[in-house]
């Protein structure tokens, strides 16, 4: 019998964190979009920062969801360290709502609700257009009946009569400082072991429900809950790049101070709480409903407090941060490595994943825009030490392209993996056509080396003319780059097309031009037919790279691919 009551436990955690994660992936395919904008533009100062954090974790009901798109915008350099600091801050204040939402889970019945969920989630989710509003309902659903299974296995394990459990709690002196600390310690711990605080609040709201465990110890335990998330959200940062590294240790930094300070006024601030909802913790009285709704308010109270104390030393919490953590090495510029992407972290939020990649994909278009100035400085290279140089350089872009190229695709895979909505698997599959373009704009820059190349180890060379033509060839062939890398850094209802078609008809036009001149050229033996054709392979190079960024552009903007 204790065998299957020990699984009908785990089982109802299984459950509860599986629900959460279903009600917090819906939320953010319903919002995620709109969410990322807020998180962008109304972050101006530590105040704002505070209440956008607060707004989009309440939202998605993930504080890690939260952080994933903070530490992306510091990346992407929308946001300082300071402002995400700021929002992590209100990231700790809006995940409290969980612990108010499993405070009505004990304190009132759902189960009589929970099935007619089920039944409109269904439904819902068979219906195409409300189909995130019932995975909503399930995930609430089985949140909800998970903490029923919970309520009612600890009624049939009868734990307040339970006499060797209430003596063993009993036996820790609760107006003991050092009880305190061991079990902050505890609570640390079985959250890293867990990896849910959600979990262990669900445990602690039992345990004092039915009276076995006092509500300091239960208090103490969600002290332990809030350094125990930031030390799991530190270890898988520890893959990721400095900023992200930074931001993770800021939050750590943040729940530790307030643990510390809390410890120091422990039993004022408990009882406070308490006399807030009309507990007395001194009486032996057990009120199920209350204890939960305390150990809720408990949570609320120390964030807001925490949070209403360290926002005055944000800057000071940045300068911590960053002296502790320092940059790594700066990769060369000719070195190949990803920058937004990588690790096992970013994963957990999928729907949120795909602005990380948006983000690689705006360096990948970048490095190949300074592949084709290389290319364009080639040109112009007479001297056989530097021309060599410059194209060993070429070759080694080339190789990051293609790279690139695999990484990325790869990554946008592992997302695609997960449940996404509909405009999220659009976005992927621009991106994924996005990269391929951006590849063949690389092989068109290392087709343009070589044939510059092939013409260096000639004896022939290039009439000024030529060089002059090229020379304004690549000049319209930069441009429509430069314009291609706008269009990737922008938002999408604000970009305007038009500039970039404008210059592929440009580059169009004057390749027409010269390849009629080039035929009247070598008739007129202004110079050979070889340099001809070595000369109009660049120009016929440049038109084709000017289709690819085209077709890039179209990605972005989501319409249908033309011809090269």
């Not at 029923?148 to 002196?173: W, Y």
């Not at 190789?399 to 997960?418: F, H, P, Q």
């Amino acid at each position: 019998m204790s065998i299957w009551i020990f699984f009908k436990i785990i089982g109802s955690l299984a459950l509860l964190i599986y629900g959460m994660k279903v009600m917090s992936e819906a939320l953010q395919k319903m919002a995620g979009s709109q969410l990322r904008h807020i998180l962008g533009t109304m972050t101006r100062n530590r105040f704002t920062g505070v209440l956008t954090g607060m707004f989009v974790t309440s939202a998605v009901q993930s504080s890690s969801a939260t952080t994933v798109m903070t530490v992306s915008f510091v990346n992407a350099g929308l946001l300082t360290l300071a402002q995400a600091i700021s929002v992590i801050m209100g990231a700790n204040i809006g995940t409290t709502l969980t612990a108010w939402i499993m405070s009505l889970g004990f304190s009132f019945n759902f189960m009589d609700a929970v099935f007619p969920a089920f039944i409109v989630g269904i439904l819902l989710i068979y219906t195409r257009r409300h189909r995130y509003v019932g995975d909503f309902l399930f995930g609430i659903a089985f949140m909800f009946f998970s903490l029923a299974l919970l309520s009612q296995t600890g009624n049939e394990l009868d734990l307040g009569h339970n006499r060797q459990l209430i003596s063993f709690f009993s036996s820790f002196d609760t107006g003991s400082y050092i009880t305190i600390v061991v079990f902050l310690l505890i609570g640390t711990v079985l959250t890293c072991i867990l990896q849910s605080s959600a979990a262990l609040m669900a445990i602690t709201m039992m345990l004092c429900s039915s009276g076995v465990l006092p509500i300091y110890l239960g208090i103490a335990l969600v002290m332990g809950e809030n350094i125990g998330t930031t030390a799991t959200a530190n270890l898988a940062a520890l893959g990721a790049n400095t900023q992200a590294r930074r931001a993770a240790l800021a939050h750590l930094v943040f729940n530790v101070f307030g643990v510390l300070w809390v410890l120091c006024v422990f039993y004022p601030f408990v009882n406070t709480v308490c006399s807030i909802v009309g507990y007395d913790p001194a009486t032996e009285t057990l009120d199920p409903a209350r204890l939960a709704v305390v150990l809720a308010a408990f949570h609320t109270a120390f964030n807001v407090c925490n949070t209403s104390i360290l926002i005055w030393f944000i800057p000071q919490i940045e300068k911590t941060v960053c002296w502790l953590i320092k940059p790594k090495t700066k990769d060369s510029e000719d070195e190949f490595r990803l920058r937004y992407i990588g690790g096992d972290t970013i994963m957990k939020t999928p729907e949120l994943s795909v602005l990380e990649a948006q983000k690689e994909i705006q360096l990948f278009a970048e490095r190949t825009q300074r592949m084709f100035g290389f290319v364009r400085e080639l040109l112009g290279t007479k001297n056989d030490t530097a021309f060599n140089k410059l194209f060993s350089r070429i070759e080694k872009y080339e190789g990051i392209s293609d790279n690139m190229e695999i990484e990325i695709a790869k990554y946008l895979d592992r997302v695609s993996d997960a449940h996404l909505s509909d405009e999220t698997k659009a976005k992927i599959r621009a991106m994924l056509r996005e990269i391929s373009e951006i590849e063949s704009i690389g092989d068109s820059c290392y087709n343009i080396a070589r044939t510059l190349n092939r013409k260096m180890r000639g004896k022939e060379d290039f009439t000024e003319k030529q060089y002059e033509h090229l020379h304004q060839m690549f000049e319209l062939t930069d441009d429509s780059l430069t314009q291609m890398n706008l269009m990737l850094s922008g938002r999408r209802d604000k970009l305007d097309v038009n500039r970039s078609f404008n210059i592929e008809n440009e580059i169009n036009n004057y390749r027409n031009q010269l390849r009629s001149q080039n035929i009247n050229d070598v008739s007129a033996n202004e110079y050979t037919y070889a340099i001809g054709t070595m000369y109009m392979d660049i120009v016929s190079e440049c038109e084709k790279l000017g289709d690819y960024v085209i077709n890039v552009v179209e990605a972005r903007m989501g319409t249908k691919q033309r011809d090269a």
